[in-house]
Each structure stands twice: as C-alpha cells, then as structure tokens.
C-alpha cells in the first residue's frame, strides 16, 4: 500500500494550493482518507477526511470554511483544496488513510489510520 502525497510549496497569504493524495497497493473504497498536519516544533494534528463511499467530510475547526477535501474514484486520489492560507497554516501535511469506517468522533485521531504518505511541505509567507 502506497499513498505519495504531492502539491506543496510556497504560497503567500491569502494564496491557495491543491495537495494531492494518490493510493496505490489496494482498494481504498470501504475506507476514510485523511489529511494531518504537523506544523514546525508542533504534534501533528487532524486537518480533514472524507469516507470514501459515501463522499462525507469532516472539517478540524481551524480549516473549515477555507480548505475542501473530496476524492476522485477513477483516479483513486484524494486532494485537499487550500483556500485564503495563513501563515499558521505553514506545516508538513500528511495524507493517510484508515482501513476501518469509525465513528465520526474518531477521524481526528492518528491512531484511527493505518497507512500514511511521506508528507508535503506547505509554506505560507506572510
């Protein structure tokens, strides 16, 4: 199983950026795919996820209203649209994804995926 996450760079503030999550090795239909993030000297944290059959999302309150997950079956990738990015959006992001459909409750939680990708550089001047 692989997922190569892909898109970052340098944005200024107020810029926008695509992250892209492609999955490979296996069927990621029954699953949920999430975004993390981890910011300079911080803990990674929950930034979004969709579950994969039904399209639902979920939003950490820090992004919502600015990013947009959603996934394109055929391709099987999941992409993160950044919108209106600050400069405390500046991190190394993560996709992962998860082999069980947990409550909704669990999808911020690192220990609720199984497989993650290597990390994108996402970096926002202000």
């Known amino acids: 199983v692989q997922l190569q996450a892909s898109g970052g760079g340098l944005v200024q503030a107020g810029g926008s950026l695509r992250l892209s999550c492609a999955a490979s090795g296996r069927s990621f239909t029954s699953s949920t795919m999430g975004w993390f993030r981890q910011p300079p000297g911080k803990e990674r944290e929950f930034a979004a996820a969709?579950?994969?059959?039904?399209?639902?999302?979920y939003y950490a309150d820090s992004v919502k209203g600015r990013f947009t997950i959603s996934r394109d079956n055929a391709k099987n990738t999941v992409y993160l649209q950044m919108n209106s990015l600050k400069p405390e959006d500046t991190a190394v992001y993560y996709c992962a994804a998860s082999n069980v459909n947990y409550v909704s409750s669990y999808l911020a939680r690192i220990t609720s995926y199984d497989y993650w990708g290597q990390g994108t550089q996402v970096t926002v001047s202000s």
């Open positions: 969709i579950r994969w059959n039904s399209g639902n999302t």
